[in-house]
């Protein structure tokens, strides 16, 4: 999941970011509004995180979600495959 996807997705994110990082208030995540880097620079300030640090979550969380998503449309296309098969 790149930059681009985190903010094309915020929305549905936005409530696994706050899973994750719990620090984070709503008005931070208004403010990071799908922002990577804002996102990091969230996490220094809330949990002192470097900034190694905090990019390497992020950058964690991202490829989590964009595989979670792969599998969801993997199943999505096995039914509609299964489904036409009938």
């Given at each position: 999941m790149n930059t681009d996807?985190?903010?094309g997705?915020?929305?549905?994110?936005?409530?696994?970011?706050?899973?994750?990082?719990?620090r984070l208030t709503n008005?931070?995540?208004d403010q990071v509004a799908g922002n990577a880097?804002?996102?990091?620079?969230?996490?220094?300030?809330?949990?002192g995180y470097a900034r190694e640090r905090a990019a390497q979550e992020v950058e964690q969380f991202q490829v989590r979600w964009a595989?979670?998503?792969e599998r969801v449309n993997e199943k999505a296309n096995d039914k509609a495959s299964a489904s036409w098969g009938k």
């Open positions: 996807t985190l903010q997705k915020w929305r549905q994110l936005k409530g696994e970011v706050q899973i994750q990082w719990g008005d931070d995540l880097e804002k996102l990091v620079g969230k996490l220094q300030e809330r949990y595989k979670q998503a």
